[in-house]
């Protein structure tokens, strides 16, 4: 562990999916998407800053193509204190295929080709709007593939991070990934492999139990049928006998995501990331938290919370994506 005063500090970092909003139970906003949630952002970024922390911020096409959005950001961003890198939205994302459904709103269920046209446009579309050459990536709604590490090796990305784990849905699966950064099999990403062209760098997902992989299979079980009809991780949750927990702060409160950041430093872990959506700021019922709460205090606080508790007891290094992956790679491989 990493106690105040030694020698190793833990790093943090926060990614957040810089992208536009819409109402999540309708139809994928194509060629025309608001993106007023940027407003916020200048001052979520103060916040940060105040903090300590280092954002990356992933941006997606809509946000980059919108003149308005890019110079609300260009105000920040170009202090240095933040990291740009790349986030792909098949449906708002050009050239456009058609309609986008379940299914085709995961990156790895399109055809190559199309990825390789969207990702080209994305890319270019940021070194135009924020004048920087993406590095870092991730997939929209996660999840990634042999294609699409490929397609990112070739566009000169050095880093992802859609890696997911323990979670699967029927569109694609992160399970059995890695749960720490590592250099992935270009063949079969969620393995460890031997080259060390692109590096992975999942977000912390765990649970309020220390064996995550034993934890996960119960929680699987129990979450399909024919024994989903028992409500056990839901009665499991309240109880606080088994959590499933995101370093989230639109999905986890302060006190599960402390009790998750316990566990994986416990654990060794070198790397705490969190993760989170820049629609959840904004005050609408289109973002995951609803409009039951002012979501840009909410998830503030829940930050602020979690970061000042882990600067009170630990030695933290805050880090950029990037900045991360590079000292965990000098780690793993003093050569490198």
Not at 65 to 72: G, I, L, R, T, Y
Not at 111 to 129: D, H, R, Y
Not at 136 to 150: H, P
Not at 251 to 278: N, Q, R
């Amino acid at each position: 562990m990493s106690k105040k005063g030694s020698n190793t500090p833990i790093i943090f970092v926060l990614t957040i999916d810089t992208e536009e909003e819409w109402d999540w139970s309708g139809p994928f906003p194509q060629q025309v998407a608001n993106v007023k949630n940027i407003d916020k952002l200048p001052a979520f970024n103060n916040i940060c800053e105040n903090l300590g922390i280092r954002p990356t911020y992933f941006v997606d096409y809509a946000v980059s193509d919108n003149k308005s959005a890019v110079e609300k950001m260009l105000t920040f961003t170009t202090k240095g204190n933040c990291e740009i890198g790349a986030h792909l939205h098949p449906w708002c994302n050009p050239p456009y295929f058609g309609e986008v459904g379940e299914a085709e709103s995961h990156v790895v269920n399109l055809p190559v080709e199309q990825v390789s046209q969207k990702l080209e446009f994305l890319m270019a579309s940021i070194e135009t709007g924020f004048g920087v050459k993406a590095k870092a990536f991730r997939t929209g709604r996660w999840g990634i593939d042999k294609n699409v590490m490929e397609l990112l090796v070739k566009s000169g990305i050095t880093l992802d991070s859609s890696v997911y784990p323990f979670y699967q849905n029927e569109y694609f699966s992160c399970v059995g990934s890695p749960t720490l950064p590592y250099w992935p099999d270009l063949n079969a990403p969620l393995n460890q492999g031997n080259q060390q062209t692109i590096y992975e760098l999942p977000v912390t997902v765990g649970f309020n139990r220390t064996n995550f992989e034993f934890a996960n299979s119960v929680h699987t079980v129990f979450a399909n049928p024919p024994l989903s009809w028992t409500r056990f991780n839901g009665l499991a949750w309240h109880a606080n006998l088994l959590r499933k927990i995101y370093l989230c702060p639109e999905l986890s409160a302060p006190e599960d995501m402390l009790t998750l950041c316990e566990k994986v430093i416990d654990k060794g872990y070198p790397v705490l990331h969190m993760y989170m959506h820049s629609s959840s700021l904004l005050d609408n019922q289109e973002g995951l938290l609803g409009s039951d709460q002012n979501p840009f205090d909410f998830i503030s606080d829940a930050v602020s919370k979690v970061v000042t508790q882990l600067k009170s007891k630990y030695d933290i290094e805050f880090c950029t994506l990037s900045e991360a992956a590079d000292k965990l790679k000098t780690k793993d491989n003093p050569a490198v």
